[in-house]
């Protein structure tokens, strides 16, 4: 029996104000919905099946280049991140487990953390690498390169890295090793592409030789620029899917929505990926420019319900042997982190939603009847759909709240954990 970190007493009493409106616009929603043909609850069964990690960089306020404003009561060890991840889960039942980064959240006691996210319901996902920095004490230096780097000393350092970060997943009980390289150049000449990405496929497949069995993934992100801003060594889904084919079976790519160019057409990867077999998972966020990190459906809900529309197409057509896994990569830097990554979840849920909303059988006649106007307008018509109702009541009947955001705020959470933390300083620049 998880913890509750918010008295449920409060969480009821609040639900109780809210629960006869929503009785109501339940109930309206389901009507219309079944006069579509749609069964309100088979959609409210799918979308609370739909789980999504928090990422435990995520909880503390991010930062940019240039600044970080810290928020008050910031979590300030793994300990603190886990119950601040347990209230995201008490209030909104979406996102039971959560997602590690190394060196970042390192314990000597892996066990321990463990044991402390049982006791809070949480469970573990994804776990991270991080050969984008160099940490005290660390004998070589990641300057020019990790798993890319010409010199095979360094490359050993970061395989063994990695290595160690698989080693501390299953202590935890995760299935996956997320990697994420920051290799690249600054100038025209600096590195030898072709040989860079040679060496680069070779270190991940050291690191896969280490998965401890079949069941574990090796999930591949890639992206289009930063830090490297001239070319990045794993910088597009062609140049990750080259890598994870070249790689095995175990190797999948991860879409990062904030990864790419503006305007790219996103659940078009989506699609390819699927069909190449190599779909592994997802990083949610939100970007205008680049790798903003804003909350997930924030910027561009219509992109986020098109990701969800292929993948609910995909799996209707048992595309995958195995679903691919969510996670939130976000980086708060103005709000609290708890409200945007419980409004986050949100987003995803409120998109698989839609998306299981649209008509495919209609879909796919006007599509061979090359009806373009009835076409979009049925997956605009799944969009436009309100299924707010379907999300509180599915998070209702989980034990969590009809307004998480608002019950957070009545139960003091922040303020009392200011209390008790010591306020974080760090006004420097940096990347979470
Ligand atoms: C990167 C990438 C990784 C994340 C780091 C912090 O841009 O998205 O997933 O681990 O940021
Ligand atoms: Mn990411
Ligand atoms: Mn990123």
Redesign the pocket.
């Known amino acids: 029996m998880a913890e509750p970190l918010i008295d449920p007493a409060l969480v009821e009493a609040h639900n109780r104000q809210a629960g006869e409106a929503l009785a109501q616009d339940y109930e309206a929603l389901s009507r219309s919905l079944s006069r579509r043909g749609i069964d309100s609850e088979a959609i409210l069964a799918r979308i609370s099946a739909l789980e999504i990690a928090v990422p435990s960089?995520g909880v503390g306020t991010g930062g940019t280049r240039f600044a970080r404003f810290p928020g008050p009561g910031e979590p300030a060890d793994i300990f603190d991140k886990l119950d601040d991840c347990a209230v995201i889960q008490q209030l909104g039942r979406a996102t039971p487990r959560v997602s590690l980064?190394f060196p970042w959240d390192e314990v000597a006691d892996m066990a321990a953390v463990r044991a402390r996210g049982e006791a809070l319901g949480l469970g573990f996902d994804a776990v991270?690498s991080?050969t984008?920095q160099d940490q005290p004490g660390q004998a070589l230096s990641y300057k020019f390169g990790s798993l890319s780097h010409a010199d095979a000393a360094v490359r050993a350092q970061a395989v063994a890295h990695n290595i160690d970060c698989i080693r501390k997943g299953q202590a935890l009980g995760a299935r996956a090793l997320?990697i994420?390289l920051a290799d690249g150049s600054n100038f025209a000449g600096q590195s030898h592409l072709a040989r860079a990405f040679e060496r680069y496929i070779a270190s991940v497949a050291e690191i896969e030789a280490a998965l401890p069995d079949d069941s574990w993934l090796l999930l591949l992100?890639y992206?289009n620029f930063?830090p490297a801003f001239y070319a990045t060594v794993v910088q597009d889904w062609g140049s990750c899917l080259l890598a994870a084919q070249a790689v095995g079976p175990r190797a999948r790519c991860l879409v990062?929505l904030?990864?790419h160019a503006p305007s790219t057409n996103i659940e078009m990867i989506v699609a390819r990926l699927i069909a190449a077999g190599k779909l592994g998972g997802f990083?949610l966020n939100d970007s205008r420019f680049g790798?903003d990190d804003l909350d997930a459906g924030s910027v561009d809900p219509f992109r986020l319900f098109l990701v969800f529309n292929e993948l609910v197409d995909a799996e209707q057509r048992h595309a995958w042997d195995e679903a691919p896994a969510l996670m939130l990569?976000q980086s708060h830097n103005v709000t609290d982190p708890i409200e945007s990554l419980m409004l986050s979840a949100d987003a995803a849920r409120r998109a698989h939603a839609q998306a299981l909303l649209v008509d495919r059988e209609q879909l796919s006649h006007y599509q061979a009847q090359n009806d373009v106007a009835m076409a979009a307008e049925t997956l605009r018509g799944a969009f436009r759909t309100d299924v707010t109702p379907l999300l509180a009541e599915a998070r209702r009947r989980a034990g969590g709240a009809i307004d998480p955001v608002g019950a957070y705020r009545l139960s003091g959470y922040r303020k009392a954990a200011a209390a008790r933390r010591p306020q974080s300083t760090g006004s420097g620049g940096g990347?979470?």
Request: aromatic content about 16%; charged content about 35%.
């Open positions: 960089w980064h991270n991080n984008f997320t994420w992100e992206k930063e990062d904030g990864h990083h790798d990569d990347i979470v």
